[in-house]
């Protein structure tokens, strides 16, 4: 895949054709990429897909096998892991338990070559203790904090060395569901206030699709898509993209002028624009369940043009409060997931377990993806 840059400008961190290879295994496959200054980018895929190989290329920790790594017009093939410009905050957070905070903080300032002046250190100290609000715990040591305040002291220790590139690894992994989607924003607030570029590695879709400024699929090494948390979501360019970020349901069938010709359709399934797929192909069709309408009744044809539709029976419900989650089992036996907002129904009953019901949805909700 070709470097990728937002906006025309010559990109900061340019990561050109990158392999690496560990013995036979190859586990990053020609990666090329183009990121902006103070951009959030986010390297998504599940464990093995290649994404922390690349993130320690970065740092320094590994190196590449073949291609370069270019920041800020800088080639870091021969800049030592310490001598780099960037800082690297691991998923355990690796904290020194015997140091309190504010010597945790200043460890790496107090390595720097020539020495920083002490009232030098300290200010910067304070300063990063101030942006993450950690000041009144200066003095603890590490096992004196919550998981969410080590994190913070975590960063606050990254960011001190004002590195060019900031490097996260899983950064929230070790935080419990609540707190994790508490610190999402806030730490994106922290690392835009100081205007850092920074690539976080994750597994977590939600963290990628609400910390990220644009995100990188990763899988077997390849990056497969780049683009804005949007354009992932709604326009996935393979069928991994589509299953891998949120739920969907993929239906597999053959395109002709007509549509998809998919046996669990009685008719063609219509579509929109199915750029780059050639008529006769086998082609997957991705539609989000929250794309997908649930009635009782037969829709029909309205001012949205074309609409594909199947009669089905109710198999199971999830109820979540704002909306539910609806699964339908059409004649085929194949099964079709509806997302309903808990408000569609009004003040009438909504379908329940065993009820006869249509599922449909307009022709362009159809992602049409090779296979």
């Not at 870091?76 to 691991?90: D, E, I, S």
């Not at 806030?186 to 609400?210: N, P, S, Y």
């Amino acid at each position: 895949m070709e470097a990728q840059q937002p906006g025309g400008e010559a990109p900061y961190l340019r990561i050109e054709s990158v392999n690496k290879r560990f013995g036979d295994n190859h586990v990053v496959r020609d990666v090329s990429l183009g990121i902006a200054r103070k951009e959030i980018f986010a390297l998504l895929g599940s464990s093995g897909c290649g994404k922390s190989t690349l993130l320690r290329m970065l740092a320094g920790l590994e190196t590449p096998s073949t291609g370069r790594i270019v920041l800020d017009g800088e080639d870091l093939a021969t800049v030592q892991p310490h001598r780099r410009p960037t800082n690297m905050m691991f998923q355990s957070y690796a904290l020194f338990p015997h140091l309190t905070v504010e010597d945790n903080v200043a460890f790496g300032l107090r390595q720097e070559r020539p020495k920083l002046a002490r009232d030098a250190i300290a200010a910067r100290v304070g300063r990063m203790l101030d942006l993450v609000q950690m000041q009144r715990y200066a003095r603890r040591k590490p096992h004196e904090l919550s998981g969410g305040q080590q994190q913070r002291v975590a960063l606050a220790r990254s960011l001190a060395k004002e590195p060019k590139l900031l490097l996260l690894d899983e950064p929230l992994a070790a935080l419990d569901k609540k707190i994790r989607q508490e610190t999402q924003l806030e730490l994106v607030h922290l690392i835009e206030r100081v205007g850092v570029t920074c690539i976080i590695v994750t597994h977590d879709q939600e963290e990628a699709m609400t910390m990220a400024d644009r995100i990188g699929v990763m899988s077997d090494g390849v990056l497969l898509q780049v683009g804005t948390p949007d354009e992932i979501y709604e326009h996935p360019n393979c069928r991994f993209t589509a299953e891998f970020i949120g739920e969907t349901n993929m239906f597999n069938g053959r395109l002709e002028s007509r549509g998809v010709v998919c046996p669990d359709f009685p008719t063609p399934i219509a579509i929109g624009p199915a750029a780059g797929v050639s008529q006769g192909s086998e082609v997957s069709v991705s539609v989000r369940p929250e794309r997908v309408l649930l009635s009782r009744e037969q829709p029909e044809n309205g001012e949205g043009g074309f609409i594909n539709r199947a009669a089905g029976e109710v198999t199971d419900i999830a109820y979540l409060g704002s909306y539910s989650i609806y699964h339908v089992r059409l004649a085929s036996g194949r099964n079709v997931t509806a997302s309903v907002p808990s408000a569609r129904w009004g003040d009438a009953a909504p379908p329940t377990w065993g009820d006869p019901v249509w599922v449909s949805w307009k022709a362009p909700a159809g992602v049409v993806l090779s296979r």
